[in-house]
């Protein structure tokens, strides 16, 4: 099946400063990317996502960009702060006529104070 | 928030052990999904629904079936459960995709050990 690349699969940044999470996918088609957030214990929660309609989305100190040429999107955390050190996964809409999301394999952010 | 209860949190079974996971959402959502998540391969698609009755294969269905009774129940099912299947599985729902209301909510999660 379809394939979604993430990583790197642990980033380790200094607070304060920015994490970039990158992902690729496979299927042309494909034209919704959502990123979840999971906190140690608790269930995946959408924090931003984005239509291939767009290239770039910004929701406070996350920004998501997409590069429909290349199959390319990525996460960046600015000013990072402890509380956004989590598990974080990229998705990417399924094969045309189905009705889910493929998941890469997650990066572990740790945010360093 | 959309609600997802899972049940039970924990379980744990023998090879060749018979178990039933189970998935309630009352949020009025057509999709369900089961999905289980292990290190290094993220979130892995084990089957998924669109209403009661129906059934769509995702892409880690072997040794698990599935039962979506109502559109509020979803059922994962493992009839001869290995120890390849120990695992955290998340079941989620959400709305009509194309409509923004692609959200997947996820339940709490069950961690299922095989002896």
């Known amino acids: 099946g379809e394939q979604v690349e993430q990583l790197p699969s642990i980033l380790r940044v200094q607070e304060g400063s920015s994490a970039s999470i990158n992902c690729s996918y496979e299927?042309?088609?494909?034209?919704?990317f959502p990123w979840y957030k999971q906190e140690p214990g608790e269930n995946p929660k959408l924090i931003i996502d984005?239509?291939?309609?767009?290239e770039r989305k910004q929701i406070q100190e996350l920004i998501v960009l997409l590069d429909k040429k290349a199959k390319r999107f990525s996460l960046h955390i600015t000013d990072t702060q402890p509380g956004d050190s989590a598990m974080y996964f990229c998705?990417?809409?399924?094969?045309?006529?189905?009705?889910?999301?493929?998941f890469g394999s997650g990066t572990q952010l740790t945010v360093m104070p | 928030e959309a609600a997802v209860t899972q049940s039970p949190r924990n379980k744990v079974t023998v090879t060749g052990g018979n178990v039933t996971l189970s998935c309630r959402q009352t949020?009025?959502?057509?999709?369900m999904y089961w999905y289980r998540q292990d290190t290094g391969h993220g979130l892995r698609l084990i089957h998924y629904?669109?209403?009661?009755?129906?059934?769509q294969i995702g892409d880690v269905p072997d040794g698990y079936k599935a039962t979506r009774t109502t559109q509020e129940d979803f059922f994962l099912l493992l009839e001869l459960a290995s120890p390849s299947q120990t695992s955290l599985y998340f079941c989620?729902?959400?709305?009509?995709?194309?409509?923004?209301?692609?959200?997947?909510?996820f339940g709490s999660g069950t961690r299922l050990t095989v002896l």
């Open positions: 989620a729902s959400s709305g009509d995709w194309g409509t923004s209301a692609e959200t997947l909510y």
């Open positions: 299927d042309s088609a494909s034209n919704y």
């Open positions: 984005i239509r291939s309609n767009m």
């Open positions: 998705a990417a809409s399924g094969p045309s006529g189905s009705w889910q999301l493929i």
């Open positions: 949020n009025s959502h057509n999709y």
């Open positions: 629904s669109y209403g009661a009755g129906n059934l």
